[in-house]
């Protein structure tokens, strides 16, 4: 079973920022959280992960609550092309652990 | 870097046929590749792990003498559909990891394979 629950659909305005939670109360210490995304008919694609600290890149911001039970990817100036099904996952960096996917969140980005 | 090369991309064959799906990686090497299976507006199901020079580990429910794994090299992992039937159709997608400083660390996934059985 996934261990991330994230809600299934949200909506955002072009130009403003996405906020998507994902709950992973039951994450180990040595486990990573993980986002991506996957647009209609590819495969998903890497934006970001973090362990317990706060990170950014050029897609994407990931906050990590203290207690690290949920986390929270910003996009901070969404675009249509952003429109996607987002995928929280959790796993440890070393090794070859396999991605267990939830149900992901479906981002509708309006214009 | 880090990238994980699929095909066919799409591929249409008849009932009771056989097709192979090809997954690899462009610029690293990868011990262990992963297979998984998506029906429409549903979530990425992991269908087994291939490991190089060894057997596949199947996930449970997953057939696996319907979906035969061979990782021969280090860069090449094909997943054979045997015996296709219509409700085969899927989207299959293989993912990959090369892990070291000048990678995310995580997962490189294909751009995924659109098997329609007809």
């Known amino acids: 079973d996934a261990k991330t629950t994230q809600p299934p659909s949200m909506d955002c305005a072009e130009g403003r920022a996405a906020n998507l939670p994902c709950n992973h109360s039951?994450?180990?210490?040595?486990?990573?959280v993980y986002w991506y995304r996957q647009i209609h008919s590819q495969g998903p694609q890497y934006i970001i992960h973090?362990?317990?600290n706060n990170e950014t890149n050029e897609m994407a911001s990931l906050i990590i609550t203290e207690d690290r039970k949920s986390s929270t990817l910003i996009l901070p100036h969404a675009t249509l092309r952003d429109t996607a099904v987002y995928y929280c996952?959790?796993?440890?960096?070393?090794?070859?652990?396999?991605?267990?996917f939830g149900t992901g969140t479906r981002l509708k980005v309006l214009a | 870097g880090a990238v994980v090369s699929q095909h066919p991309s799409w591929v249409i064959c008849k009932s009771g046929t056989s097709v192979k799906i090809e997954c690899r990686s462009l610029?690293?090497?990868?011990?262990?590749m992963f297979w998984y299976r998506q029906f429409p507006k549903q979530s990425l199901m992991l269908m087994a792990t291939?490991?190089?020079?060894?057997?596949?580990?199947?996930e449970q429910g997953v057939e696996k003498d319907k979906f035969l794994i061979n990782h021969a090299s280090l860069t090449l992992s094909t997943l054979t559909v045997t015996s296709a039937h219509p409700e085969d159709s899927s989207f299959y997608i293989c993912?990959?990891?090369?892990?070291?400083?000048?990678?995310?660390?995580?997962?490189?996934f294909g751009s995924g394979t659109r098997l329609t059985v007809v």
């Open positions: 610029d690293f090497q990868a011990t262990t």
């Open positions: 291939s490991n190089e020079g060894s057997k596949a580990t199947y």
């Open positions: 993912s990959a990891t090369a892990r070291g400083p000048k990678t995310n660390y995580g997962y490189t």
């Open positions: 996952i959790v796993s440890p960096l070393s090794g070859t652990y396999k991605y267990i």
């Open positions: 039951t994450i180990s210490g040595n486990e990573y």
């Open positions: 973090g362990l317990k």
